[in-house]
């Protein structure tokens, strides 16, 4: 359990001060397909502090995240051993990378100082028929987080926007609410992930990465579409019709014209992931969860 | 209106003046030299609510400028008013969590300047125009790139009590990069992406 322990520190400093080469590619795609300026100015620095990061071996970004575990162990490894070894390793990485403490008391309002805490870091564990112990980690940033949405379908969904388009008047307000009926069926999904994209505009870090599940229960859906942002940018979905609608979201994000850094351009998201779960006859929920551009996830292998 | 043809770029010295906010347009890039301070989430709660006396408070804010930052500093600092550490990381964090208190705590306390990332509501907006401040958009996650442009920490406040993410951090800061993305004219250049943005979601949602 000690080189668990060592290898898991690793992996917390190799995903809080490098990004994955598939999310780093979408980025330098999108970088020289930008028209607008703005986001194109703003993609250079975004460019320029993941390779500086990297060779200073510092954090991305200062936002070190809500360290969010996936592991799969296999038969005859104790759990709660492997649990243990998760939260002394996050202590010892939090100095030594180090991490920004993160895990904050709800009731006393004290930082416990060492990112760890009630279910802080959070840890999904499953068994495996495989020998290898399987760790993935993801370093979910706040800002994006707090962009997340839950939708019950069918809704009527309200979005409230400015509507003076000629003029920039320093009194406008947003006085122009339209209604949009998001049914139960893959078009309904598709526009409450743009309602969810449109309020976000640029608060979380764009280019962003969307994860959507669609299932019959609230922890169930929540659960996976944060699951799909661990998915690699350029998979494929296993199923044909999500891949099709996983497309045509992408596009119509991206025809909204957020652009990175929110000032508008070409490429307000990389990549959108759906999963889904059975649902309820009753139920239909649909759940959008935002990564950041700096989408920190890894693997260890033990 | 275009402001990506008219882009200035400007020095800006703290503490500001309101002559130097007034000057300040959307779309000019700024470099900022001098001391800034951060504050965010808990700060803003605690400015807002307790009123600390400007004395009571260990540095000026008059002029000032307030980062929406939770830096990395290293080593750890506990102690009060406490110099030195390094910042490794500082991008900035998500400004539209302190709209509630913005507009109070610049009127209270004379900020001229705010940088964060993301942009800000209608409230703040009247009131960078009502006293004179000006909200700089800084690139989000660019959290090295900015650090390299933070040259020392001069101080902290409620360091124990907020944590060391939420405490109010004294910076120097030299050609530290922004963007005017409200400025004290009631311009937004955030209000003109969401107005876009949302002409091109009523077609798409029909």
Same mark, same amino acid.
């Given at each position: 359990?000690?080189? /668990? ?72 490894? $104790?759990?709660?051993? !492997? ?102 069926? @893959?078009? #309904? ?8 994209? @449109? ?12 994860? !959507? ?11 996976? $579409? ?29 025809? /909204? ?5 929110? /000032? #508008? ?6 990549? !959108? ?26 693997? /260890?292998?033990? | ?86 910042? &490794? ?25 705010? &940088? ?33 442009? &933070? ?56």
């Amino acid at each position: 359990m000690l080189k /668990l322990r060592d290898g898991i520190i690793e992996l917390y400093k190799k995903v809080a001060t490098s990004i994955p080469s598939d999310v780093e590619e979408a980025l330098k795609n999108a970088y020289s397909r930008e028209t607008s300026p703005l986001a194109k100015g703003s993609m250079e620095i975004i460019l320029s502090n993941i390779s500086l990061a990297r060779t200073t071996s510092r954090p991305i970004c200062q936002d070190t995240g809500f360290p969010v575990f996936f592991i799969k162990v296999p038969k005859g490894i $104790s759990h709660q051993l !492997v649990k243990e070894t998760v939260i002394e390793a996050t202590r010892i990485a939090t100095k030594k990378v180090p991490l920004r403490p993160n895990a904050v008391d709800i009731v006393t309002g004290k930082n416990t100082s060492d990112n760890t805490g009630d279910y802080f870091p959070l840890i999904y564990m499953d068994e495996t028929e495989d020998q290898s112990l399987i760790v993935d980690l993801m370093l979910k940033g706040a800002g994006c987080e707090n962009l997340g949405q839950t939708y019950k379908l069918p809704t009527e969904l309200k979005v409230e926007g400015y509507s003076v388009m000629e003029s920039n008047l320093p009194n406008a307000e947003r006085n122009n609410t339209i209604t949009v009926l998001a049914e139960r069926d @893959f078009d #309904g999904v598709r526009k409450c992930v743009l309602d969810a994209v @449109f309020k976000a505009q640029g608060k979380g870090c764009p280019p962003y990465t969307i994860g !959507v599940a669609i299932g019959g229960a609230k922890d169930q859906a929540t659960f996976l $579409s944060k699951r799909q942002l661990m998915r690699r940018i350029t998979d494929n979905n296993p199923d044909n019709a999500l891949t099709e609608i996983e497309q045509k979201i992408l596009k119509d994000i991206n025809s /909204l014209g957020i652009g990175a850094a929110g /000032l #508008g351009g070409e490429t307000t998201a990389i990549g !959108v992931k759906i999963g889904a779960g059975h649902r309820h006859p009753a139920s239909y929920f649909v759940d959008v969860s935002f990564s950041c551009w700096a989408n920190r996830r890894g693997r /260890l292998i033990w | 209106m275009n402001t990506r043809d008219t882009r200035n770029t400007i020095n800006l010295n703290t503490p500001l003046t309101k002559e130097d906010v007034l000057n300040l347009k959307i779309g000019d890039m700024v470099f900022i030299s001098g001391r800034i301070v951060t504050g965010r989430d808990r700060v803003h709660k605690f400015l807002f609510h307790e009123r600390p006396d400007k004395k009571e408070i260990p540095f000026d804010l008059e002029g000032g400028i307030i980062y929406h930052c939770g830096p990395i500093i290293t080593p750890s600092l506990k102690g009060e008013e406490v110099g030195g550490g390094k910042v &490794i990381a500082a991008g900035p964090t998500t400004s539209m969590r302190v709209e509630m208190y913005e507009a109070d705590v610049i009127k209270s306390y004379g900020i001229r300047g705010i &940088i964060g990332k993301g942009g800000m509501g209608d409230k703040t907006l009247a009131a960078l125009k009502e006293y004179g401040c000006v909200y700089l958009h800084t690139i989000s996650g660019a959290a090295a790139y900015l650090a390299d442009r &933070i040259k020392g920490v001069a101080g902290g406040w409620k360091i124990e009590e907020f944590g060391e993410p939420e405490a109010m951090w004294l910076l120097d800061v030299e050609d530290f990069p922004a963007m005017v993305t409200m400025d004290a004219h009631g311009n937004s250049l955030h209000r003109e992406i969401e107005r876009l943005s949302f002409e091109r979601l009523k077609e798409m949602v029909k």
